[in-house]
Antibody
Framework: QVQLVESGGGLVKPGGSLRLSCAASGFMFSDYYMSWIRQAPGKGLEWVSYISSSGSTVSYADSVKGRFTISRDNAENSLFLQMNSLGAEDTAVYYC???????????WGQGTLVTVSS | QSALTQPASVSGSPGQSITISCTGTSSDVGGYHFVSWYQQHPGKAPKLIIYEVTNRPSGVANRFSGSKSGNTASLTISGLQAEDEADYFCSSYTTSSTLVFGGGTKLTVL
């Protein structure tokens, strides 16, 4: 069955960087778009980014454009999110998800918590 | 991209039906068939329950149904059960090739 396991979250100071990973198994990773979605504590869902199956197409929310970079390694069945210039507003649980051509996050991981605080 | 508009809360008694609305614009909900609904229980990851406006993934009860009219999509849950108590979020693809979520609706089963 589809399994997505996020890692790399933690406490980081404002202005710092963090790289999240998502290990995928149970499906043909290289065939699927993938997305990152975040949820601030007690708040709603916010789409962050998606990447096409080959990695050639990416899209970002305006709130992270220029600071975050999505990438993938199909040989390692892994998805990444490089986050730079982090601010308090980036504090959230970050989920990775399989995605139907960038239109529909389908299967979600359990998330990894990123806390930006001094 | 502004978030889609959902009611903050809805409630219903077991066995009843409820409907949650999700209002966007012609640049998202009204312009595409890519509206999805998610159920999230406390402390858990969201679960896809409706995709492409009306379709249910395998394993999702047929008590859950979706529809759309103009710029507003709707999720209807019939025969409410205690385990349906959760937060519900809608999402839509947009003309900017991005995704946007609704603010979420807390469903209380009385």
């Amino acid at each position: 069955q589809v399994q997505l396991v996020e890692s790399g979250g933690g406490l980081v100071k404002p202005g710092g960087s963090l790289r999240l990973s998502c290990a995928a198994s149970g499906f043909m990773f290289s065939d699927y778009y993938m997305s990152w979605i975040r949820q601030a504590p007690g708040k709603g869902l916010e789409w962050v980014s998606y990447i096409s199956s080959s990695g050639s197409t990416v899209s970002y929310a305006d709130s992270v454009k220029g600071r975050f970079t999505i990438s993938r390694d199909n040989a390692e069945n892994s998805l990444f999110l490089q986050m730079n210039s982090l601010g308090a507003e980036d504090t959230a649980v970050y989920y990775c998800a399989t995605d139907n051509m960038g239109t529909t996050p389908a299967y979600w991981g359990q998330g990894t918590l990123v806390t930006v605080s001094s | 991209q502004s978030a889609l508009t959902q009611p903050a809360s809805v409630s219903g008694s077991p066995g009843q039906s409820i409907t949650i609305s999700c209002t966007g614009t012609s640049s998202d909900v009204g312009g595409y068939h890519f509206v999805s609904w998610y159920q999230q229980h406390p402390g858990k990851a969201p679960k896809l329950i409706i995709y492409e406006v009306t379709n249910r993934p395998s394993g999702v009860a047929n008590r859950f149904s979706g529809s759309k009219s103009g710029n507003t999509a709707s999720l209807t849950i019939s025969g409410l059960q205690a385990e349906d108590e959760a937060d519900y979020f809608c999402s839509s693809y947009t003309t900017s090739s991005t995704l946007v979520f609704g603010g979420g609706t807390k469903l209380t089963v009385l």
